[in-house]
């Protein structure tokens, strides 16, 4: 049988580093192993098609899935999850002192089609009542084009987004990563959550969701050449999940740079219901579904598509 000769696209984390230094492999497969970072990656998959196997954003996945012209299928692993509460940093000059006064605020993003903004509006909207329909959304362009429907203010920023919540022209603003005034000081910029760790675990209580930031994709005309690629892919990635928690649990020589990092896996594994990064579609259904219902909400996508739309067939079934 000849060996396939694929590109596999995906940031380096310790879900993914035992397949990015072959301790585990995919049967038949050889890959083009190409490690980066995120918003490189999603730009050049879903503009260029560039990769064979690709980690990609869920937000653009559900956009391009729902308006029919998504090149890739998905395959229900996860490799990025994140609690997003941390990722809102407002103005402190501005009388923001909970989610109610973000209402009819200016709020900067990076993409709305982002994943973690996608879920910051959900949980703004669901959670605590804040009409996001009503902000005025200011972005720093979108990797895709989208086409959002009349009454939202949503539209590009033309500058720096962290620079002008600095200068005071954002009242918030959502980012993965925190703003330099946040983290060196020289402006009036805090967190909406100071306390964010435990207003994600009442969250996570109450919704039982750890949010889905990305998915393992598999271009479509790939799968169809080798239809039994995705769901081998799929126990490829659970078995590194698998050996990353598994070294988490290590005390005779610590495999990470915490010293109390056993300690921290039981404590957050409780937290998590036993399973602190779940795969497979089953268990992640009603959390797919609440992201299609943002996106709807949002604009994104004009009607609900099913959850089973974002996934290979052949993957469905799969548990991890």
């Known amino acids: 049988m000849t060996r396939l000769s694929l590109t596999l696209a995906c940031t380096a984390s310790d879900r993914t580093r035992p397949i990015l230094d072959g301790r585990v492999s995919v049967p038949g497969v050889d890959f083009v192993l190409l490690p980066g970072e995120p918003e490189d990656i999603f730009r050049r998959a879903l503009r260029d098609r560039a990769f ?22 998905g395959v229900p692993v996860f490799p990025s999850r994140a609690f997003r509460h941390s990722a809102v940093y407002v103005r402190t000059d501005r009388g923001i002192s909970g989610p109610a006064d973000l209402a009819g605020r200016t709020i900067g993003l990076p993409e709305y089609q982002q994943t973690a903004a996608l879920w910051v509006r959900g949980i703004l909207r669901e959670h605590y009542g804040v009409d996001t329909r009503g902000v005025a959304w200011r972005t720093g362009g979108e990797r895709v084009p989208i086409a959002l429907p009349g009454g939202l203010d949503v539209r590009p920023l033309g500058e720096d987004l962290p620079a002008a919540l600095a200068a005071g022209c954002l009242d918030a603003l959502i980012a993965p990563r925190p703003p330099a005034a946040f983290e060196e000081g020289g402006a009036p910029v805090g967190r909406l959550w100071p306390d964010y760790r435990a207003e994600e675990i009442a969250w996570r209580r109450a919704t039982g969701f750890f949010p889905i ?47 109390w990092a056993a300690a921290a896996f039981e404590e957050q594994a409780a937290i998590m219901g036993g399973d602190p990064w779940p795969y497979g579609f089953a268990r992640s259904r009603d959390e797919i579904a609440a992201m299609v219902r943002f996106a709807v909400t949002d604009g994104l996508a004009v009607e ?12 469905l079934a799969e548990s991890g």
């Open 213 to 259: 930031m990305h998915c393992i994709a598999v271009r479509r005309d790939v799968a169809e050449r080798h239809p039994w690629l995705p769901v081998e892919l799929f126990r490829a990635f659970v078995r590194a999940r698998d050996m990353a928690l598994a070294e988490l649990r290590l005390v005779n020589v610590l495999r990470v740079s915490m010293p």
């Open 304 to 315: 609900a598509i099913p959850p089973e739309a974002l996934f290979h067939p052949s993957t």
């Open 52 to 73: 064979d196997v690709s980690e990609l954003s869920m937000g653009s996945h559900i956009v391009t899935t729902a308006r029919g012209d998504s090149a890739y299928a």
